[in-house]
């Protein structure tokens, strides 16, 4: 219980969710803008009381007037399930809050007018936090499928991609039949610069994910997979194709014959901690083995 009561310290009002209050106010929208807020809490909620159950490390969690965004310490290296089940938490929540809904307006405790209002919000925000663009559930699913078979760079900017061409056609979209709907926009604007920022941050999220690795606390490892390298090969090459979930044994060769191995925590050791850049595996091989 302790742990839900403490989610509310992590609350975040995103700047813009004031203007769009502010909008709300000035058009006589503040009671829809209030449900609509309160769907968006619930949802928000569901991933944090999800992530909290796992012993995650919520920084805080922004509300937005269309969603909200969660930021946690862990970087990718908690197991895929687990964050499947995070991810899957908030869209969870809309279906027992349109079955409770459902119960009250047959009831007739809900009037025909909200009822079918909070039915609509439900629906608008549980399709539209499943568009593939980061950072929506849609987006991080995406990054969890592509984790299932592809390094974690490639996976997400892969992921990255799809949400840039997702954004472009959710502009074209708006041109044809919104184009003055000034909430549409803002969210557009909003997706935009956050895949933007991604893209820009890409190698730091990257590294960062490296330093969870080697520095954070150890994740449950689903497979062991086996790198083959040359041993002329650099470290951060190497580095680039972990892969979340699994264990990489590094297997070195040369003239196809294998010379042998090391560990991953080596290679991040000697990277992170004894600063060697532009090492190569044969480097690694022969001052660790010998």
Same mark, same amino acid.
């Given at each position: 219980?302790?742990? %839900? ?17 502010? %909008?709300?106010? #000035? ?13 968006? @809490? ?7 009381? /999800? /992530? ?10 922004? #509300?937005?007037?269309?969603?909200? $965004?969660?930021?946690? =310490? ?15 938490? &908030? ?9 409770? /809904? ?35 559930? &849609? &987006?991080?699913?995406?990054? #969890?499928?592509?984790?299932? !078979? ?7 900017? +892969? ?8 954004? $472009?056609?959710?502009?074209? +979209? ?8 000034? *909430?549409?926009?803002?969210? +557009? ?15 730091? $999220? ?10 954070? !606390? ?5 497979? #062991? ?9 650099? $470290? +951060? ?7 979340? &979930? ?8 040369? *003239?196809?014959? =294998? ?5 991953? *925590? ?5 990277? @992170?901690? =004894?600063?060697?850049?532009? /090492? !190569? ?10």
């Amino acid at each position: 219980m302790n742990k %839900i009561i403490s989610l509310f310290s992590h609350i975040h009002i995103h700047p813009l969710l004031w203007f769009v209050i502010a %909008i709300a106010v #000035l058009t006589a929208r503040f009671i829809e803008l209030c449900l609509l807020l309160l769907i968006i @809490f619930v949802h928000e909620m569901g991933h944090a009381a /999800a /992530a909290s159950f796992f012993s995650w490390r919520i920084k805080k969690f922004s #509300l937005l007037p269309f969603g909200g $965004v969660m930021e946690v =310490e862990e970087h990718g290296n908690r197991p895929l399930i687990e964050e499947g089940a995070v991810i899957l938490a &908030g869209p969870f929540q809309h279906f027992w809050m349109m079955g409770l /809904a459902f119960l009250f307006y047959k009831l007739s405790l809900l009037p025909d007018y909200w009822y079918g209002l909070f039915i609509q919000y439900n629906f608008m925000i549980l399709i539209f936090n499943f568009l593939p663009i980061w950072p929506l559930d &849609g &987006g991080k699913l995406l990054f #969890l499928m592509f984790s299932l !078979k592809r390094s974690f760079p490639e996976a997400h900017k +892969i992921t990255l991609l799809i949400s840039i061409c997702s954004i $472009v056609l959710f502009t074209f +979209i708006t041109l044809m039949t919104a184009p003055v709907n000034l *909430n549409v926009w803002i969210v +557009i604007v909003f997706l935009a610069y956050s895949v933007y920022n991604e893209w820009k941050q890409m190698r730091f $999220v990257f590294i960062r994910f490296l330093l969870e690795r080697y520095y954070g !606390k150890n994740s449950d490892f689903r497979s #062991l997979k086996p790198i083959i390298v040359s041993e002329d090969e650099l $470290v +951060i090459k190497i580095l680039e194709r972990f892969q979340r &979930g699994c264990k990489h044994p590094i297997i070195i060769e040369k *003239n196809g014959k =294998e010379k042998g191995s090391l560990d991953e *925590n080596e290679l991040l050791h000697a990277y @992170f901690t =004894e600063k060697m850049t532009s /090492a !190569k595996a044969g480097d690694l091989l022969y001052t660790y083995k010998w």
